[in-house]
């Protein structure tokens, strides 16, 4: 690759500060820009379609502004008995979901899109994490809740942080995909678009 495109923009789609500190992991210095994206799944979309579809508009949201720039969208959702789960945005809701996930497994699909508009590049991923729940009572959850705060996080569940001790096991083939940003995967993409990593 040329000189000039490692000095090309870099720039994450996205207004999570989660995934802005897992981008700083890279030591590529880039920008932030919070996309224009409705987040509202379609009528019977599977949630693979969901995430794929989301992480992309991200991107693409932000491409006309930026077409000679590397943009990068993610996006997630906690799946449970092939029933999509969000973000619950109160207490009551969180509470609702960790206690459908208590003793189950729920699978969080964390999808990546990196595109180029001048040089056409595009790059899609999904990564599948598998959280195994144990048993959780309510104070449990209670307690949890008050000390993490995962009112705005797919399933309610913070696994870098407290959340942690609610599960048996976690399975992942990229670990920083359930945090909100695949680095595995996107280390390749921004590999193949002509960054240096590391």
């Not at 990546?112 to 599948?128: L, N, P, S």
């Not at 307690?143 to 609610?166: H, M, N, T, V």
């Amino acid at each position: 690759m040329s000189q000039q495109s490692h000095k090309r923009n870099l720039i994450l789609a996205s207004s999570s500060p989660y995934r802005k500190t897992l981008l700083e992991r890279l030591g590529i210095p880039f920008q932030v820009n919070s996309p224009d994206v409705d987040e509202t799944p379609g009528h019977g979309e599977a949630p693979e379609g969901l995430v794929s579809r989301l992480a992309k508009s991200k991107a693409v949201s932000l491409a006309a502004q930026f077409p000679l720039a590397v943009i990068i969208g993610s996006d997630q959702v906690a799946v449970c008995d092939g029933e999509i789960v969000g973000k619950p945005h109160t207490v009551d809701a969180a509470i609702r979901q960790l206690e459908q996930f208590s003793g189950r497994t729920v699978l969080f699909l964390t999808a990546v899109c990196v595109i180029c508009e001048t040089t056409a590049f595009e790059y899609q991923r999904i990564v599948t994490t598998e959280a195994c729940f144990r048993s959780l009572s309510e104070d449990e959850i209670r307690r949890y809740i008050e000390q993490d705060r995962p009112l705005d996080c797919a399933g309610s569940f913070k696994s870098e942080a407290a959340g942690i001790g609610l599960l048996n096991a976690l399975k992942a083939d990229d670990p920083t995909a359930i945090v909100g940003l695949p680095l595995i995967a996107l280390s390749e993409a921004l590999r193949s678009a002509g960054f240096k990593v590391p």
